[in-house]
T-cell receptor, first 116, second 108 residues
Framework: DAGVIQSPRHEVTEMGQEVTLRCKPISGHDYLFWYRQTMMRGLELLIY????????DSGMPEDRFSAKMPNASFSTLKIQPSEPRDSAVYFCASSYNQGGYNSPLHFGNGTRLTVT | AQSVAQPEDQVNVAEGNPLTVKCTYSVSGNPYLFWYVQYPNRGLQFLLKYITGDNLVKGSYGFEAEFNKSQTSFHLKKPSALVSDSALYFC??????FGSGTQLTVLP
């Protein structure tokens, strides 16, 4: 099991550019989560999917953020246009919930985004 | 609203001494409580969880936690700290609500 795979590990971009973060969850997991971690705000849940369907996107900060899960093995988080305040570490996590939020999350190693 | 609180940003303990990292929760229904550890430049790793049953749960690396319903707490403990335990620790309810994290430093 390769675990949750995120790419890229680091992304540096200029303000106004589009940024796409990618995630491959663990095979067989039915939930996928996107989190953002900053010193100021800690770990924030942005959006999560169940069986590829978005369940709750209330944590997405603005319309500049969008997430998709076209199939069970791939998800993207897109920021367009990016702003310096979007600089953070973005984590993807997956789990197999069996009907309840009682299973551990498996996290990727994150994408460190820097917007200049 | 669901919330998880970690009242201490930083905990320092000497190697070999017992350690406690505190967590309290305010959740309706079954809280489904978790502890995770984060090492530098890595994602969070699962340590242990309380779903139901015995209030004392044991997890990875010698850690344990006690669920206390009357005090709405779920403190993480280890009888003898190691320098390698130094990391950022997160308490979480279900998979949706995380505490702010506690930086544990074990001094040699």
């Amino acid at each position: 099991d390769a675990g949750v795979i995120q790419s890229p590990r680091h992304e540096v971009t200029e303000m106004g550019q589009e940024v796409t973060l990618r995630c491959k969850p663990i095979s067989g997991h039915d939930y996928l989560f996107w989190y953002r971690q900053t010193m100021m705000r800690g770990l924030e849940l942005l959006i999560y999917f169940n069986n590829n369907v978005p369940i709750d996107d209330s944590g997405m900060p603005e319309d500049r953020f969008s997430a998709k899960m076209p199939n069970a093995s791939f998800s993207t988080l897109k920021i367009q246009p990016s702003e310096p305040r979007d600089s953070a570490v973005y984590f993807c996590a997956s789990s197999y919930n069996q009907g309840g939020y009682n299973s551990p999350l498996h996290f990727g190693n994150g994408t460190r985004l820097t917007v200049t | 609203a669901q919330s998880v609180a970690q009242p201490e940003d930083q905990v320092n303990v000497a190697e070999g001494n017992p350690l406690t990292v505190k967590c309290t929760y305010s959740v309706s229904g079954n809280p489904y409580l978790f502890w995770y550890v984060q090492y530098p430049n890595r994602g969070l790793q699962f340590l242990l969880k309380y779903i139901t049953g015995d209030n004392l749960v044991k997890g990875s690396y010698g850690f344990e936690a006690e669920f206390n319903k009357s005090q709405t707490s779920f403190h993480l403990k280890k009888p003898s700290a190691l320098v390698s335990d130094s990391a950022l620790y997160f308490c979480a309810s279900r998979q949706l609500t995380f505490g702010s994290g506690t930086q544990l430093t074990v001094l040699p």
